[in-house]
């Protein structure tokens, strides 16, 4: 991805932790907010495949999902994969895992940045990836609760400058930048939050 010309201090705005207004210039504000409307033109889409990726796991499973990525908050860039979870008891991952194992590629038990551990499985449906993260259900209840505050507290316009951050980062291939800047709507709208390593 090439990187984009930009006015922001990339660098002083994922060291103090978040962007405001003042951080953009009008001009710049007005490319994020194009940006970030294009990317809507693509929810009604996702939507439907994170619907259908739901029937699945529930019918599969009979487990009861959300979503647990960045689309379901308007914080994805595009081509942004649909994620999801579940909370199960973790006696019970050999029975999901074998219920799956026609439908998803299984990638094992992997650490999440919250200091958990995670079952992940991944798959595809038409063009998009579903990615499905079986966790516990005392870790699933604190990741929907996490992820309410975030979609409660967050304002559009927020949202415009976080997702055109993101997406500058990404582009400009700065990964240790761009991974903890995914973590910024946690440690600002999550009280308590201290992701896994800190």
């Not at 914080?75 to 019970?92: A, E, F, I």
């Amino acid at each position: 991805m090439t990187p984009v010309a930009t006015s922001l201090d990339l660098d002083a705005i994922v060291a103090q932790g978040w962007v405001d207004s003042g951080d953009f210039t009008a001009a710049e504000f007005e490319r994020a907010r194009r940006f970030w409307h294009g990317i809507r033109a693509e929810d009604a889409y996702l939507d439907s495949v994170r619907a259908a990726a739901g029937a699945v796991i529930r019918r599969l499973t009979d487990a009861a999902w959300c979503d647990f990525g960045s689309q379901g908050l308007r914080l994805n860039l595009p081509g942004s994969d649909v994620d999801l979870g579940v909370g199960v008891k973790s006696r019970q991952w050999p029975r999901i895992r074998l219920a799956l194992e026609d439908k998803a590629d299984c990638l094992g038990v992997v650490r999440t940045p919250f200091g958990s551990s995670r079952l992940a499985f991944t798959w595809r449906t038409g063009e998009s990836t579903v990615d499905l993260s079986v966790v516990t259900p005392d870790v699933y209840e604190k990741a929907r609760r996490m992820l309410t505050c975030i979609d409660t507290g967050m304002e559009r316009d927020e949202r415009i400058r976080f997702t055109w951050v993101k997406q500058l980062l990404h582009a400009s291939k700065k990964r240790d930048q761009y991974s903890a800047w995914k973590l910024m709507p946690y440690r600002r709208f999550c009280s308590g939050f201290i992701p896994f390593g800190n």
